[in-house]
């Protein structure tokens, strides 16, 4: 069977990824932050659920994902995310630092994580951006600066998860 990492599995949009790929035959590690939302999935499909501890800000909980892992990984699907958004001048720069860890690098992090896995498996990369990225709000301003560097951080990937020598493909 084909296997996937999901990331920001707890609930929304993660969860319901985890739940739906898994009635459709996927073995599914669930990345959550509490051990008991890891539980809970895994009562939903036993034996097709799996999770792990991952927060995207942990330096050491991306590093183990190498070690926690199966060894086959057909696809990872980066949908841990924050939202922070409002006005320039209503958003603190810790707040928007932190999303950005969240967002952009965690993001990145663990698909270099993942990468080595998925080159093998010629597996494929998602990444859960928002129409914020695209439109003029006021007030989300702070949320699309982030949301267009998480679509960079896809078309990054994909550049990046080409074999060395392999054309670009067009966009
Ligand atoms: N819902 C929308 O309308 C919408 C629209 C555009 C884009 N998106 C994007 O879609 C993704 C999912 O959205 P959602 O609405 O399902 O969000 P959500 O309900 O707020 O769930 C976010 C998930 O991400 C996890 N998370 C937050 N910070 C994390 C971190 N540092 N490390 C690991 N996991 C972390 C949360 O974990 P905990 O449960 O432990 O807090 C939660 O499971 C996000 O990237 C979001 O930006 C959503």
Redesign the pocket.
């Known amino acids: 069977m084909p296997s996937v990492l999901v990331?920001?599995?707890?609930?929304?949009?993660?969860?319901a990824t985890v739940l739906r790929l898994a009635a459709a035959g996927w073995d599914v590690v669930a990345?959550?932050?509490?051990a008991q939302?890891g539980d809970e999935l895994a009562q939903e499909k036993p034996g097709r659920i799996s999770s792990l501890i991952?927060?995207?800000?942990d330096e050491q909980q991306v590093a183990s994902l190498e070690q926690a892992l199966p060894a086959r990984l057909d696809a990872v699907v980066n949908?841990?995310?924050?939202?922070v958004a409002g006005p320039l001048e209503a958003v603190s720069p810790a707040e928007l630092r932190h999303q950005l860890e969240?967002?952009v690098v965690?993001q990145a992090a663990v698909t270099q994580a993942v990468l080595p896995r998925l080159r093998e498996s010629r597996g494929r990369i998602v990444f859960?951006?928002?129409?914020?990225g695209r439109g003029r709000h006021a007030d989300v301003r702070a949320l699309q600066r982030v949301?267009v560097r998480t679509r960079g951080n896809g078309r990054l990937a994909a550049d990046g998860a080409r074999p060395v020598g392999h054309p670009r493909r067009a966009d």
């Open positions: 990331t920001g599995a707890a609930r929304g949009i993660g969860r990345g959550v932050r509490r939302h991952l927060d995207l800000t949908n841990a995310g924050i939202a969240v967002n965690g859960i951006s928002s129409v914020s949301e």
